[in-house]
């Protein structure tokens, strides 16, 4: 399979990070946007250079490989289905699905009909989060047992503490609780922020106990994404050491003290993907967790590339029953805050027999 070919449904923010993947990476990728109406597809196809159709037709005649749904999340999972009975593969954006029904939905689109659907849960490929996460699964701090997570929302969060603590597929209960504190604001979507306006701001404090007996805090307010006064951070403890943002603190096999700078890299499978801007970014590290633009789209770039060996018949990119986890993670944790310290625990789910 040479260039990768694929269809995104969606005129989003979001939407954007995949036609900038295509021309970022021409030798890689080839995109086509499917928009509601014309007004969508014109402004589009401007904003991005990437063509754009309202039409069916010209989609089939595209002859994608794959589309990617990247819509809003309450009705990601009805339009994953109508692409799906369309006959493509799918690549969903986050969440899955806004509604436990709808977990359930996709997962039997999944089991009963064969469909083919993966979702772009990509926190765990960026650049500055995968040698710690090598260095949990690899054992060097020994068992995780705890974590601290201050660097991503609702079910990233999820994605990534299972990961930290090795959980996959355990049930837990939750506490937690919504707090609303002003903070002046900075940086935006749009650009710098400069004249000192102050706005009020969630955060939200949660707190998990897993069956296993392991434990994490996940504490986040959507202004860390941007903001030049507040930080993100992580720390993940074991019995041998501490993952600590940029840092990991572990005893070798003499039981004597060691720490390590982890460094941002990429995995030598990707670096078709490689760029300049993530080369400068490797060559300096920093104590603070610096996670932008330019890992999120080499991230989802890496799951795009991935497609290649999924569509031959290879495993799955991100497991659909992770990532309904990591939806349903998110639909308990919102129950939990709008019930301020009330234990909510989790139940069984049809795809929770995949981790057995």
């Known amino acids: 399979m040479g260039v990768l070919s694929y269809i995104i449904v969606g005129s989003g923010y979001r939407a954007e990070f995949y036609a900038r993947i295509a021309s970022t990476y021409p030798q890689q990728f080839r995109a086509m946007f499917f928009c509601r109406s014309e007004e969508k597809a014109a402004k589009m196809h401007a904003k991005t250079g990437i063509q ?17 749904i990247a819509v809003n999340k309450e009705n990601i999972a009805d339009i994953c289905e109508e692409w799906v009975n369309l006959g493509y593969p799918v690549v969903l954006e986050t969440p899955a699905g806004a509604s436990i029904e709808k977990l359930h939905r996709l997962w039997e689109l ?43 929302h609702d079910y990233h969060a999820a994605s990534l503490l299972r990961r ?45 106990t897993f069956s296993s007996g392991k434990e994490a805090i996940y504490d986040f307010s959507g202004v860390q994404y941007r903001s030049f006064l507040r930080s993100r951070h992580l720390v993940v403890r074991g019995e041998r050491g501490e993952w600590n943002d940029n840092l990991i603190y572990y005893l070798d096999e003499q039981n004597r003290p060691k720490r390590d700078y982890l460094m941002p890299f990429i995995r030598e499978k990707y670096l078709p993907l490689d760029t300049q801007n993530l080369r400068d970014m490797r060559k300096t590290w920093q104590p603070e967790l610096f996670l932008d633009t330019r890992q999120d789209e080499y991230a989802i770039a890496t799951m795009l590339f991935d497609m290649r060996c999924y569509l031959a018949g290879g495993d799955e990119i991100y497991p659909l029953q992770e990532a309904l986890d990591d939806a349903y993670f998110w639909l308990l944790m ?23």
């Open 334 to 356: 919102e129950k939990a805050l709008s019930s301020p310290w009330t234990e909510i625990k989790s139940q069984d789910m049809p795809w929770h027999s995949r981790y057995l």
């Open 164 to 208: 930290m603590l090795l959980v996959q597929g355990d049930s837990f209960t939750m506490r937690g609780e919504r707090f609303r504190n002003p903070v002046v604001e900075t940086d935006s979507r749009v650009g710098v922020i400069t004249d000192g306006r102050s706005d009020i701001k969630e955060r939200n404090i949660v707190f998990v």
């Open 110 to 152: 999944h089991e009963r009909k064969g469909a083919r659907i993966t979702v772009c849960e990509q926190y765990h490929r960026y650049p500055g989060l995968t040698a710690g996460l090598d260095a949990v699964s690899e054992g060097k701090i020994g068992t995780p047992y705890s974590a601290y997570l201050s660097l991503a």
């Open 52 to 68: 754009a159709t309202t039409s069916l037709q010209v989609c089939e005649q595209f002859q994608a490989d794959f589309a990617v």
